[in-house]
Nanobody
Framework: VQLVESGGGLVQPGGSLRLSCAAS????????MRWYRQAPGKEREWVAV????????NYADSVKGRFTISRDNAKNTVYLQMNSLKPEDTAVYYC?????????WGKGTLVTVSS
């Protein structure tokens, strides 16, 4: 199982970024996918989740209305569209999946929101 995040970078407050997480080694379309983030000096926190077919989504209150999770099962990829970014969104963003009872994490992609 491999999860590889990409799309992070430096963005000004109010800006947008789209993160991607490419998955391999398991049946992607049969698994929920989740995004987490970890800000400097803080614990990792859950951000968003999407069901196997994309019909169900849920978000942390801190990102609701600004972030959108989606997936493309044909490409084995999950996305996180982040709009209206704030400095407090600065963090390393990780995707996570649980496969046959074992959780897997990517290595993360850094998002920095600063002017």
């Amino acid at each position: 199982v491999q999860l590889v995040e990409s799309g992070g970078g430096l963005v000004q407050p109010g800006g947008s970024l789209r993160l991607s997480c490419a998955a391999s080694g398991f049946t992607f379309s049969s698994n929920y996918m989740r995004w987490y983030r970890q800000a400097p000096g803080k614990e990792r926190e859950w951000v968003a989740v999407i069901s196997e077919d994309g019909s169900e989504k849920n978000y942390a209150d801190s990102v609701k209305g600004r972030f959108t999770i989606s997936r493309d099962n044909a490409k084995n990829t999950v996305y996180l569209q982040m709009n209206s970014l704030k400095p407090e969104d600065t963090a390393v963003y990780y995707c996570r999946s649980v496969v046959r009872g074992i959780q897997y994490w990517g290595k993360g992609t850094l998002v920095t929101v600063s002017s």
